[in-house]
């Protein structure tokens, strides 16, 4: 047997059919795509070329295709999709990319052409029922509300961010499909839902997370560390820690399962805990900044500052860079009275994470005393207009954890609902469960939600619909955007 190393964590088991070219190319398509989603697209394209030359794979002539428009060449892959020989112009996916390159360049006759043709050849896909409802509102609403239907039918939540997907995730079903004989299937899917989660799409990352555990006869621990870190977005915390605790007993020698574990026992300032779990997980790998240096901080917070600072000086001998590892270490000058060293790594620390509020408030704090007035005063201006959109942070994740559990609630229940009201979001609920498919006006409480949908801008924003963003302006005049990732398309994106 060949292995693969092939991303972060998860080790792939390619059979070695003396190196045959189908094996080389699937080898330089997986790289090719985590090069995509690391954001290096020119080694992207390099390695799906390479691909191509091995095996002239349809799904990897779509992998080309997308990997132009992720460049910003959508004018370009228009004109592949109109000059490109007939076996590529057979595969649906393909034709799926012509769609929307086409939709983009503002060719909509164009869109809505090709996008029949990629169902009639790949069949009621929903990502491709949810553009051909967009793409023929307005001009062919019988068609736009006959695709919706469909896909209601076929699943009616439509907050799922694949229903909508950007070129990444062109890239994960490109890859997927092109996968389809693949014999490991559990550790494929595990690394299309590391894939996902690196592209803050919880839901698709919890889709191929489930269809790995369903493959898999036994779970590693980073599939359970992941599935754990998505149940914290989808649910809530004591829902997630309930897994945690069985994770970690069925997968006893985890590190990740068991470093988490550590850092809620932090959270409740159960240090003497903390450190048991730390000590233990440094015997295992004694190189591990990250691991010496919370024990470092375990120590701080406990007024150990002996130890603290034995753990610390074991932390940069590892040359570890991090931004709570600068603030570890500031709140340890300002402990020992050096005020302007601590000064130096609070400072270090917000350089690293620049819209940290913890961070903020330790360097203002430690400049109350500071002669230098003007810049007390600025960093006192910073501090508020991070707490502000803090705030705001706070608020929006607030309503969409409470708007998700009213729409949950809603798919889950049996009861009968009424005639759906004339506006999007309260439209919306009603295709969560078909009961919208029933009734009076079928057709036009559809069309109000594909006008929702439409307006939202779906299928053109640079942001995944899962995503709001907040900008606030800093004392300097310069401004300060911070991204908010919900577990799914949050309902108040469709106005």
Known sequence: MKKLIFFIFVTFTIPAHAHSKDEEALKHALLGVRECISGNYAECTNQLKSAFQESKKKQIYTMLLIAARLIGHKSIAATICSTSQEVPRSEHTFLYWCARSYWDQGDLKGARKIIANALKLGGDLPHYLAASAIMNYGTDNQVAAMSMKKLIKKDPWLLYTWLYPNDHVGLIYALDDLYAAYPYKGEFYHNLAVMAWKLKLPDLADKYAQAAVDKLQKIPGDLHELRYRILLLKSSKSIADDYLKKALKSVPDSTGLSFITARNLMETKNYSAALKILKKLMVKDPASGLILSTIAYCYLESGNLTEADKYFKYTS????????????????????????????????????????????????????????????????????ALRKINKQMQTAESNYRSAFSRFS???????????????????LPYAIRPDILKGRNVDAKILTIINAIKKASVLDSPLPPNTTSFTTLMPDKSKTSVSLFYYSIHPGHFR
Not at 355 to 380: G, I, P
């Open 317 to 384: 001998k590892q040359e570890y860079d991090s931004p709570q590892y600068y603030f570890s270490l500031g709140m340890m000058m300002q402990r020992r009275g050096k005020p302007t060293d601590a000064v130096k790594f609070f400072e270090l620390a917000r350089k690293g994470s620049p819209t940290n509020v913890r961070y903020q408030s330790a360097l203002t704090a430690m400049l109350q005393s500071s002669k230098d007035k003007k810049r007390l005063a600025s960093e006192r201006l910073r501090l508020d």
């Open 409 to 427: 609630a809603y798919a889950s229940s049996t009861k009968v609902t009424k005639n759906c009201p004339g506006f999007p979001v309260a439209c």
